[in-house]
């Protein structure tokens, strides 16, 4: 079955440090992976998507994740955070249903503060 | 091109009211979804819809039920509301599989008292 998990529920940055945000996925096949970004009181907003291309994805707002198969994982990461950067932020794995439709997985979401 | 718009944006039901939830797409997009969002948890998939007329459950489907008369709508009913579906409801499109991505709406949150 597939599933994805966000290792870390929060995390806090200091403003123009680096930023980390770990994501591990299970799929019996070739998984399609995205993260989504929900500011407060939003909807959720694409930030990149991995569907076998290339394994370094670049994103929205300077994001990028890799997506390892070898580890099972597609962490997202900014080399800069700003302080517009705090959301919650949640990984998610495309799951197909022999060929009806896909659906989307989602990781519990992690919470990102950005400390001035 | 106002891509995916739910109503309300607010909404609070006393116990065993019943309400629908409003989501309407104008992207011309097959497949169309609801998910809830409770506090601390992901998203997790109520129903969803491949085309017009065609509606199928997801995870989480007992106690709402859905419709899809036209591409461009996909109503969600609460018969009967309980506290347990407190929760923050998302609407989302996508033309079709997994490599187009998935446009959302902004979201209704509802609270049953």
């Known amino acids: 079955a597939q599933s994805v998990t966000q290792l870390d529920s929060h995390v806090s940055v200091s403003e123009g440090t680096p930023v980390l945000l770990r994501c591990n996925y299970s799929?019996?096949?070739?998984?399609?992976l995205f993260w989504y970004v929900q500011h407060p009181n939003k909807g959720l907003q694409l930030l990149l998507k991995y569907t076998s291309a290339a394994t370094l994805v670049k994103g929205i707002n300077g994001f990028e994740a890799e997506f390892k198969k070898s580890e099972t994982s597609f962490h997202l990461t900014k080399p800069s955070a700003h302080m517009s950067d705090a959301a919650e932020y949640f990984c998610v794995v495309s799951v197909g249903y022999g060929g009806a439709t896909n659906k989307l997985i989602f990781g519990t979401g992690t919470l990102l503060a950005v400390q001035p | 091109n106002a891509g995916v718009t739910q109503t309300p944006k607010f909404r609070i039901l006393k116990i065993g009211q019943s309400m629908t939830l409003q989501c309407t797409q104008d992207m011309n997009h097959n497949y169309m979804y609801w998910y809830r969002q409770d506090p601390g948890m992901g998203l997790k998939l109520i129903y969803y819809s491949v085309g017009a007329g065609i509606t199928d459950k997801g995870e989480v489907p007992n106690g709402y039920n859905v419709s899809r008369s036209t591409t461009e709508d996909f109503p969600l009913r609460l018969e009967l509301a309980a506290p347990s579906q407190t929760s923050v409801y998302f609407c989302a499109t996508n033309l079709q599989g997994e490599n187009y991505g998935y446009t959302f709406g902004s979201g209704t949150r509802l609270t049953v008292v």
């Open positions: 799929s019996s096949y070739s998984p399609s």
